[in-house]
């Protein structure tokens, strides 16, 4: 099982609450926005055969339901100047509710946390992380694990080369 540590968290959700069915409509509706959010109404309406008002209604009520998330806009960190991108492993001293917790807060807290998952497999957490070179990313772990009582060890795996990035969720047909 795995947690995003950000606003947003699905396994944080109500096992109770009911997802309304996705017709073929809101589907393709959803995969025309996970290519571009910013697609106009009257453009999703003629690609999938209904009105704007309709297609309008559809993705506020998929918004209410929660299926979608957020829009935002996907910033390119190396464009930036964020040289460094790292994935790191990080094992807690125990799993207590409170130990747990309290890293969930403080990988929210920062900045440079890009994602962030609460893991089984014998490590705590997998967390993404940005930064400018290896003189910030120093500082960074030392922050956010070496200086931290809570954290027993953690690895860092520095990325070569971004071979897939995205936030888009397949779609299922039926």
């Given at each position: 099982m795995a947690t995003k540590c950000n606003n947003y968290s699905p396994m944080a959700r109500k096992p109770s609450i009911r997802r309304?069915?996705?017709?073929p409509f809101d589907r393709a509706i959803l995969r025309i926005l996970q290519r571009d959010n910013r697609t106009p109404q009257r453009t999703i309406?003629?690609?999938?055969?209904?009105?704007?008002?309709?297609?309008?209604?559809?993705?506020?009520?998929?918004?209410?339901?929660?299926?979608i998330a957020r829009n935002v806009a996907v910033v390119d960190a190396a464009a930036l100047g964020m040289a460094i991108t790292s994935i790191v492993e990080v094992h807690l001293t125990d799993e207590?509710?409170?130990t747990v917790d309290a890293a969930k807060a403080l990988f929210r807290a920062a900045p440079e946390v890009q994602q962030c998952y609460y893991v089984t497999g014998g490590i705590?957490?997998?967390?993404?992380?940005?930064?400018?070179?290896?003189?910030?990313?120093?500082?960074?772990?030392?922050?956010?694990?070496?200086?931290?009582?809570?954290?027993a060890s953690y690895r860092s795996?520095?990325?070569?080369?971004?071979?897939?990035?995205?936030?888009?969720?397949?779609?299922?047909?039926a």
């Open positions: 309304p069915a996705l017709d309406a003629e690609a999938v055969n209904l009105s704007a008002a309709a297609v309008q209604r559809r993705i506020a009520a998929m918004e209410s339901a929660g299926i207590r509710a409170g705590s957490f997998v967390v993404v992380i940005v930064a400018t070179d290896m003189v910030a990313y120093e500082a960074i772990t030392r922050r956010l694990f070496a200086q931290n009582e809570a954290v795996l520095v990325a070569l080369d971004r071979v897939k990035f995205g936030a888009e969720v397949q779609v299922p047909s």
